[in-house]
């Protein structure tokens, strides 16, 4: 499978396949042979047989973009957005429209609220930060699914979120 990915704003073209029992994968022609395990529904374990049996750990979370989603490594955080390959199949790549009608930003994972970027009543467009969340030692910038305006901001900096809570609303 082929995909084309946008990595924190930079184009990225990467190839995976099955291979003797690992992921052989190849980002901008670069070749490496991961085992891969999830370690729940959004966390999983990756270890690279070739690099010393180096392990990483990565959590996977919503950003709220269609086709995006926020990659969690001990080296940070990456916005990964698919722009073609499997997810466009699905209507998520690069040109699909803007998300319609209201929308709700939620939070992806227990947290606490650190800066709040909105107020109500703000125009914002799509991609633009509304709330910075910190989790697992990490901050996330949570994004406006459209251009729009804010209509409610449910949470104060330096509230406990938990998974799922409403934070933003976006109309």
Do not use: W
Request: charged share 25%.
């Amino acid at each position: 499978m082929q995909l084309q990915l946008d990595v924190n704003g930079r184009l990225r073209t990467v190839d995976i396949d099955r291979k003797d029992g690992l992921y052989r994968v190849v980002v901008d022609g670069v070749e490496r042979f991961v085992d891969a395990a999830a370690v729940d529904a959004s966390t999983f374990s990756l270890i690279c047989p070739a690099e010393g049996r180096s392990s990483q750990e990565v959590g996977l979370s919503p950003t709220g973009l269609p086709g995006e989603i926020a990659v969690h490594m001990a080296a940070g955080v990456a916005s990964v957005r698919v722009l073609t390959g499997a997810a466009s199949r699905f209507g998520r790549g690069a040109g699909a429209a803007q998300a319609a009608g209201t929308q709700q930003v939620l939070a992806p994972m227990p947290g606490k609220v650190v800066k709040l970027l909105v107020r109500a009543g703000d125009e914002v467009k799509a991609r633009q930060g509304l709330v910075v969340v910190e989790a697992m030692k990490m901050e996330n910038e949570l994004r406006s699914p459209k251009d729009g305006r804010v209509s409610e901001v449910l949470v104060a900096e330096g509230a406990s979120v938990e998974a799922g809570r409403l934070l933003v609303v976006v109309e």
